[in-house]
Nanobody, 120 residues
Framework: QVHLVESGGGLVQAGGSLRLSCTASGRASYAMGWFRQAPGKERGFVAGISWNGGSTRYADSVKGRFTISRDNDKNTVYLQMNSLKPEDTAVYYC???????????????WGQGTQVTVVS
Protein backbone atom coordinates (compact mmCIF):
# COMPACT_ATOMS: atom_id res chain seq x y z
CA GLN A 1 0.00 0.00 0.00
CA VAL A 2 1.20 3.52 -0.83
CA HIS A 3 -0.10 6.73 0.68
CA LEU A 4 0.49 9.92 -1.32
CA VAL A 5 0.26 13.48 -0.08
CA GLU A 6 0.53 16.44 -2.47
CA SER A 7 1.44 20.03 -1.69
CA GLY A 8 2.39 23.20 -3.51
CA GLY A 9 -0.78 24.08 -5.37
CA GLY A 10 -2.17 27.59 -5.41
CA LEU A 11 -3.11 30.57 -7.52
CA VAL A 12 -0.65 32.06 -9.99
CA GLN A 13 -0.75 34.48 -12.88
CA ALA A 14 -0.31 33.29 -16.43
CA GLY A 15 3.36 32.98 -17.27
CA GLY A 16 4.26 32.20 -13.69
CA SER A 17 5.60 29.05 -12.05
CA LEU A 18 4.63 26.59 -9.35
CA ARG A 19 6.26 23.47 -7.98
CA LEU A 20 4.15 20.61 -6.77
CA SER A 21 5.51 18.04 -4.34
CA CYS A 22 4.26 14.58 -3.51
CA THR A 23 5.55 12.56 -0.59
CA ALA A 24 4.94 8.84 -0.56
CA SER A 25 4.78 6.54 2.41
CA GLY A 26 5.17 2.83 2.06
CA ARG A 27 6.84 1.09 -0.85
CA ALA A 28 8.77 3.63 -2.97
CA SER A 29 10.01 1.55 -5.90
CA TYR A 30 7.13 2.52 -8.20
CA ALA A 31 7.02 4.60 -11.30
CA MET A 32 5.14 7.75 -10.32
CA GLY A 33 3.47 10.62 -12.02
CA TRP A 34 0.88 13.35 -12.15
CA PHE A 35 -2.60 13.50 -13.61
CA ARG A 36 -4.96 16.45 -13.65
CA GLN A 37 -8.66 17.14 -13.95
CA ALA A 38 -10.15 20.45 -14.96
CA PRO A 39 -13.78 21.35 -14.26
CA GLY A 40 -16.08 19.62 -16.73
CA LYS A 41 -13.25 17.63 -18.28
CA GLU A 42 -11.95 14.11 -17.99
CA ARG A 43 -8.93 13.34 -15.91
CA GLY A 44 -5.76 13.33 -18.02
CA PHE A 45 -2.13 12.28 -17.85
CA VAL A 46 0.42 15.04 -17.27
CA ALA A 47 3.81 13.48 -16.56
CA GLY A 48 5.43 10.25 -15.38
CA ILE A 49 8.83 9.18 -14.09
CA SER A 50 10.41 5.76 -13.64
CA TRP A 51 11.30 4.48 -10.18
CA ASN A 52 14.98 5.42 -10.59
CA GLY A 53 14.26 8.70 -12.40
CA GLY A 54 15.94 7.52 -15.57
CA SER A 55 12.87 7.79 -17.80
CA THR A 56 10.21 10.45 -18.05
CA ARG A 57 7.08 10.96 -20.14
CA TYR A 58 4.99 14.08 -20.71
CA ALA A 59 1.68 14.99 -22.22
CA ASP A 60 2.15 17.02 -25.39
CA SER A 61 0.36 19.97 -23.81
CA VAL A 62 3.03 20.39 -21.12
CA LYS A 63 6.23 19.39 -22.92
CA GLY A 64 8.90 22.03 -22.60
CA ARG A 65 7.06 23.74 -19.73
CA PHE A 66 6.75 21.10 -17.01
CA THR A 67 9.51 18.95 -15.52
CA ILE A 68 9.00 15.89 -13.34
CA SER A 69 11.72 14.71 -10.99
CA ARG A 70 12.07 12.58 -7.87
CA ASP A 71 14.23 12.22 -4.80
CA ASN A 72 13.98 8.65 -3.57
CA ASP A 73 15.91 9.47 -0.38
CA LYS A 74 12.97 11.70 0.53
CA ASN A 75 10.29 9.52 -1.12
CA THR A 76 9.22 12.65 -2.96
CA VAL A 77 8.23 13.42 -6.54
CA TYR A 78 8.14 16.96 -7.90
CA LEU A 79 6.40 18.68 -10.77
CA GLN A 80 8.00 21.97 -11.74
CA MET A 81 5.50 23.95 -13.80
CA ASN A 82 6.74 26.97 -15.76
CA SER A 83 5.06 29.28 -18.26
CA LEU A 84 1.70 28.41 -16.80
CA LYS A 85 -1.42 29.04 -18.85
CA PRO A 86 -5.05 29.43 -17.76
CA GLU A 87 -5.77 26.07 -19.42
CA ASP A 88 -3.44 24.44 -16.89
CA THR A 89 -6.01 25.19 -14.21
CA ALA A 90 -7.03 21.87 -12.65
CA VAL A 91 -6.81 19.63 -9.64
CA TYR A 92 -3.46 17.86 -9.88
CA TYR A 93 -3.17 14.32 -8.54
CA CYS A 94 0.02 12.53 -7.63
CA UNK A 95 0.02 8.89 -8.65
CA UNK A 96 2.11 5.77 -8.10
CA UNK A 97 2.23 2.53 -10.00
CA UNK A 98 2.26 4.37 -13.32
CA UNK A 99 2.91 2.53 -16.58
CA UNK A 100 5.35 4.64 -18.56
CA UNK A 101 4.90 2.46 -21.64
CA UNK A 102 1.20 3.35 -21.58
CA UNK A 103 1.22 6.57 -19.58
CA UNK A 104 -2.52 7.17 -19.82
CA UNK A 105 -3.28 3.88 -18.09
CA UNK A 106 -4.88 4.47 -14.69
CA UNK A 107 -2.26 4.12 -11.95
CA UNK A 108 -2.91 2.03 -8.86
CA UNK A 109 -2.44 4.72 -6.23
CA TRP A 110 -3.69 8.31 -6.03
CA GLY A 111 -3.23 11.27 -3.75
CA GLN A 112 -6.06 13.52 -2.66
CA GLY A 113 -5.23 16.22 -5.19
CA THR A 114 -4.08 19.83 -5.02
CA GLN A 115 -5.71 22.76 -6.80
CA VAL A 116 -3.74 24.81 -9.31
CA THR A 117 -5.42 27.95 -10.61
CA VAL A 118 -3.85 30.09 -13.33
CA VAL A 119 -5.38 33.50 -13.93
CA SER A 120 -4.76 35.75 -16.91
Amino acid sequence: QVHLVESGGGLVQAGGSLRLSCTASGRASYAMGWFRQAPGKERGFVAGISWNGGSTRYADSVKGRFTISRDNDKNTVYLQMNSLKPEDTAVYYCTAGNNLAVPTRTPAYWGQGTQVTVVS
